[in-house]
C-alpha cells in the first residue's frame, strides 16, 4: 500500500482497533486512544509517511493542542492499529512546524 492509497481510500473509512496491549503501551507515554486517533484523523500531509515493515508515522497536534507523534499499521484495511504514540520533543516540534508551513 503507498502512501497515495493510503491518503484516498483509507482516510475516507477508516477504524481504529484498541486492545489492553495498544491501549497500555501508548498510556505509558501519557497518550490517550482518542488523541492518537484524533492526530491520525487530521493528518496533513507529508503525513500520513511510510515507514519500514509496512509502518506508517503521523506527527500533529490534539484537540487540546498537544504535539505528538503515532505510529500505526493498517491491518486489515482499512483498520487501524496504533504500536505507538509519544508526545514530540522540543526538537521535534521545530521540525514539524517547518514542515507545516
Do not use: C
Not at 481510500?9 to 501519557?30: C, D, L, P
Not at 486512544?33 to 519500514?52: C, D, G, L, Q, T
Not at 500505526?72 to 522540543?90: E, M, Q, S
Amino acid at each position: 500500500m503507498t502512501e497515495g492509497d493510503f491518503s484516498s481510500k483509507i482516510f475516507r473509512v477508516m477504524e481504529f482497533r484498541w486492545n489492553a496491549s495498544n491501549v497500555e503501551h501508548i498510556g505509558k507515554h501519557s497518550i490517550e486512544p482518542a488523541e492518537a486517533e484524533f492526530v491520525v484523523r487530521h493528518a496533513r500531509r507529508p503525513y500520513p509517511e511510510k515507514r519500514e515493515n509496512e509502518k506508517f508515522y503521523v506527527a500533529g497536534r490534539t484537540a487540546a493542542g498537544v504535539y505528538i507523534q503515532v505510529v500505526f499499521i493498517v491491518d486489515p484495511p482499512p483498520v487501524i492499529y496504533v504500536i505507538h504514540a509519544r508526545r514530540l520533543n522540543d526538537r521535534e516540534k521545530r521540525i514539524y512546524r517547518r514542515r507545516m508551513r
